[in-house]
């Protein structure tokens, strides 16, 4: 069976083919830097990392790009409350994303290309459709894209656009706001943008959203590429508008497969700042739950359901982590050093079928989960028995790190310790309170050798990797 995947502008389930070979190049709408990302945004970084990581397991050559949005209404709002310039201020939430996404164990994209690095070529793009006729100025300076210019405007979000007025303007480009008319791809200064702004043929201004996106995916992965995803709020005008001026201005197809993933909710409501009803990730790492356990359970919800958030759900991800974790704890302590794919038991193999037939269907997470934790019944099941011989033990191992490589969570992230350095922390945290000074010391020696260094404060020990 071959990949299958949900393309948003068809409504039907296709069958993946890239437009070059095999090399795959897909764009992901990434976080507007004005705050701490919220554990929704995540759950759509979490479906675009695996079927990034999806991706590769099949062998294909990957080139993701996802773009920083540094300049927008907020960052702009956010970065003047604050009495920072632009860039100073939303350095500190792009580390502070770069850091999430590490304690979430999402891979690294290959470019992270942040709007006010691409000015130029945002302007390349509005002067182009300026030219094509697709885009006029209005008097205060910004230009904005006259969407009854392009006879195919609506066609990803299946809208009836028929009541829209087309001469109608809207500056705004914040989410949750009704963009459905002219959008802007320029905007003109005015007095809220204090010192954000740049020099451009229409006079100064910034860029609208919508623009930013279109020059980014385009410079990095040509006029044509592969995929493009984010969350559904992104569908509409987001993603309508970057369709507009890009096959505008190129006069060829801008994304073949449109990916969208459902909101993570919570008590019925899409999360989101607005609502105020959100968790960053530190919230939820404060609350004594692993950057692993939240990978678990964002990851584990069809990308297409909504996920409804609650702290039982983190529970109940713990308990399945742990009864993973005996299971690969007992196969490790058969194992021998070296096996073949031919050393599987039959019921691995019949795992192994479910796994890729789960993931090839529009990446089925429930019909992966399913092959993971059937084999581990089996397994347990065999092992209590007897009947798994050390080559077994080392061939499952090596498929499960396999499948690993797809779904990031058999192993923690490389900042989290697991399960036994803990404990041996807790255990020489216990011998220094005993005075037992011999065996704290140890127990040092034995994490050092685990590749871990303890570093004793007034909040107690912290770890880190050596
Ligand atoms: P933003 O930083 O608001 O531009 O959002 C970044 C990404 O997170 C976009 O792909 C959004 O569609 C996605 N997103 C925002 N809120 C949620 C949510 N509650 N559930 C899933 N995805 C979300
Ligand atoms: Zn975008």
Request: net charge negative; hydrophobic share 35%; glycine share 6%.
């Amino acid at each position: 069976m071959s990949l299958k995947l949900y393309n948003t502008m068809s409504r039907s389930l296709e069958e993946f083919h890239p437009v070059a070979n095999n090399h795959v190049r897909m764009y992901t709408c990434g976080p507007t830097v004005y705050d701490h990302a919220h554990i929704g945004n995540f759950r759509a970084y979490m479906f675009e990392d695996l079927l990034r990581r999806y991706l590769k397991y099949c062998g294909y050559e990957v080139t993701h790009v996802m773009n920083l949005t540094d300049v927008d209404d907020k960052t702009i709002r956010a970065c003047i409350a604050e009495d920072l310039p632009l860039k100073e201020y939303t350095s500190t939430y792009i580390k502070a994303f770069f850091e999430d996404l590490d304690r979430l164990g999402i891979e690294r994209a290959e470019h992270y290309p942040a709007a006010t690095d691409h000015i130029p070529e945002m302007i390349e793009l509005i002067e182009k459709l300026q030219e094509k006729g697709f885009a006029y100025q209005s008097e205060d300076g910004s230009v904005y894209f006259s969407i009854g210019k392009f006879k195919d405007y609506g066609k990803l979000s299946h809208l009836d656009l028929s009541g829209m007025q087309s001469g109608a303007r809207v500056a705004q480009d914040e989410y949750e706001k009704d963009n459905a008319a002219d959008f802007a791809l320029w905007k003109a200064w005015d007095e809220k943008d204090g010192d954000v702004a740049w020099d451009s043929p229409w006079g100064r201004g910034r860029p609208g959203w919508h623009i930013e996106c279109s020059a980014m995916s385009m410079r990095y992965l040509g006029e044509t590429f592969d995929i493009h995803m984010g969350g559904v709020d992104n569908m509409f005008p987001h993603h309508e508008d970057e369709i507009a001026q890009s096959e505008c201005a190129t006069g060829k197809m801008f994304a073949k497969y449109w990916l969208h993933c459902a909101h993570l909710i919570v008590d019925g409501k899409k999360m989101s700042k607005s609502l105020n009803n959100f968790y960053t990730l530190r919230d939820i790492l404060d609350k004594g739950y692993s950057g692993r356990e939240i990978r678990f359970v964002l990851i584990s919800t069809h990308y297409r359901q909504p996920l409804n958030f609650t702290f039982e759900v983190l529970d109940s991800a713990r308990a399945s982590l742990a009864r993973l974790d005996e299971f690969i704890r007992r196969l490790k302590e058969l194992a021998s050093e070296n096996a073949t794919p031919e050393d599987l038991p039959a019921w691995a193999r019949k795992a192994e079928d479910g796994f890729k037939a789960g993931l090839d269907n529009d990446l089925n997470i429930s019909g992966a989960f399913a092959a993971v934790f059937d084999m581990v019944t089996a397994g347990n099941r065999a092992m209590d028995s007897a009947e798994v011989t050390g080559d077994s033990a080392r061939a499952i191992l090596t498929l499960l790190h396999s499948w690993d490589s797809a779904l990031g969570i058999l192993e923690p992230p490389p900042d989290e310790a697991d399960e036994e350095t803990l404990r041996m922390v807790e255990m020489r945290q216990q011998a220094r309170r005993n005075k037992d000074w011999g065996e704290a010391d140890r127990l040092r020696d034995e994490l050092a050798a685990r590749g871990w260094v303890v570093k004793d404060t007034p909040e107690g020990p912290k770890l880190r990797r050596s």
